[in-house]
Structures are given as structure tokens and as C-alpha cells.
T-cell receptor, first 111, second 115 residues
């Protein structure tokens, strides 16, 4: 069964410092990857979708995908306290609409 | 932006109780999903559907039924609720015209507690 492992489980950064989150997936057949943000008590909002190796930037959020190393990362530039949330990575499986989610990284941005 | 609503937002029931969670999306998406979210497990797919009357089994279907009555409405049914079903439940939808890469839009979640 396909799996997605996220690290770290929790991360504290100071406002303005770069935050880096990581995901390792179990196989290289996934079609695409997304990073979601979930504020406490809220639903999921998509931040970045990435379909091919390399980098994809959406505002302050940049995703890096390396299929050979089964790794996708998210970098948050100049994080703000409002970015404090749980971040989930997800991979879509080919041939259908199934999405496998990681267990999340809890980010705290201190002022 | 896609609008997905869920009701109720919070629900408490007792073991053996009967619970129905409701989801409605208003963006003409064909695909709808029910997930549960638990600490340490992330989101796990319970059931999904690609149209009215259609139902597909997800990864953790035991103890759950689902019905898709219209394109807009997708229900999750717990007929004999157990404490192991205490969780945060999310509904999501996606448009089929984007192919297998469709982005899923999530509702705000329903927190269910089974005592």
C-alpha cells in the first residue's frame, strides 16, 4: 500500500525565517503531489501542486519534487504567525482519483 | 472557488447510535469523497463517488455506509457507532473534467464523538 511519510512532526520557526517541510513517498508511480495547509478547526486549503521534477512556486510557498529520491519538500519564505497550522502533503495515484495523505507537520511561527 | 459544506459541525452520540453526516457541494463536481482524520494517521479515505447513485469503497470502509443521492449531496452513515469512530470527518469534491489530477476541495469538517 502506498504511503507518505512527513517530517518533522512539529517545527517552530521565528517570523521571517525560512521553514522547510519534507515528505517521502513509497513509490515513484504517483501522478502528482500537493501541499495543503490546515488551520485549527478548519478544512484543507491547497498551497502548491507539482507534477514534474523540479521546483514550483506559489507566492511564498515553493515545492521541490525529486522522484528519483522519492522526496517532495515545501519551503515557506518569510513565514508569519498566521502561517501557524498543520501542513499535509498528498500524492495522487495514477489511474484513478485516489489521494494518499501524510500525517502532517505542525508548524508554529513565533513573532 | 469550490464550495463544500458539511453538517453537523459537531456531533456527540453513544455507542450503538445511528449517525448521518451530510455533505453538499455547489460546483457541479462529479467526484465526492469522505475522509476521516486521526492523529498519527493523516486523512484516510472511507468512501468516494463519481456521480449520483455511484459508490466506491475506500481504504477504511468498515462500519460505514455512504449514499450519493444527487450530484450535490453525499452522505456518510454510521448505523452502529463505536468509540473507534470518534474522529474528524472531511468531505471533499473534485471536477472530473480535469482528469485524474483534479484538485480536491474540502469542507470544514465534522467532529464526531462516540461515547
Amino acid at each position: 500500500q502506498q504511503k507518505v511519510q512527513q517530517s518533522p512532526e512539529s517545527l517552530t520557526v521565528s517570523e521571517g525565517a525560512m521553514a522547510s517541510l519534507n515528505c517521502t513517498f513509497s513509490d515513484g508511480t504517483s501522478d502528482n503531489f500537493r501541499w495543503y495547509r490546515q488551520h485549527s478547526g478548519k478544512g484543507l486549503e491547497v498551497l502548491v501542486s507539482i507534477f514534474s521534477d523540479g521546483e514550483k512556486e506559489e507566492g511564498r510557498f515553493t515545492a521541490h519534487l525529486n522522484r528519483a529520491s522519492l522526496h517532495v519538500s515545501l519551503h515557506i519564505r518569510e513565514p508569519q504567525p498566521s502561517d501557524s497550522a498543520v501542513y499535509l502533503c498528498a500524492m495522487s495515484m495514477p489511474g484513478g482519483y485516489k489521494v494518499v495523505f501524510g500525517s502532517g507537520t505542525r508548524l508554529l511561527v513565533s513573532p | 472557488e469550490a464550495a463544500v459544506t458539511q453538517s453537523p459541525r459537531n456531533k456527540v452520540t453513544v455507542t450503538g447510535g445511528n449517525v448521518t453526516l451530510s455533505c453538499r457541494q455547489t460546483n457541479s463536481h462529479n467526484y465526492m469523497y469522505w475522509y476521516r482524520q486521526d492523529t498519527g494517521h493523516g486523512l484516510r479515505l472511507i468512501h468516494y463517488s463519481y456521480g449520483a447513485g455511484n459508490l466506491q469503497i475506500g481504504d477504511v470502509p468498515d462500519g460505514y455506509k455512504a449514499t450519493r443521492t444527487t450530484q450535490e449531496d453525499f452522505f456518510l452513515l454510521l448505523e452502529l457507532a463505536s468509540p473507534s469512530q470518534t474522529s474528524l470527518y472531511f468531505c471533499a469534491s473534485s471536477g472530473s473534467d480535469w482528469g485524474p489530477y483534479a484538485e480536491q476541495f474540502f469542507g470544514p469538517g465534522t467532529r464526531l464523538t462516540v461515547l
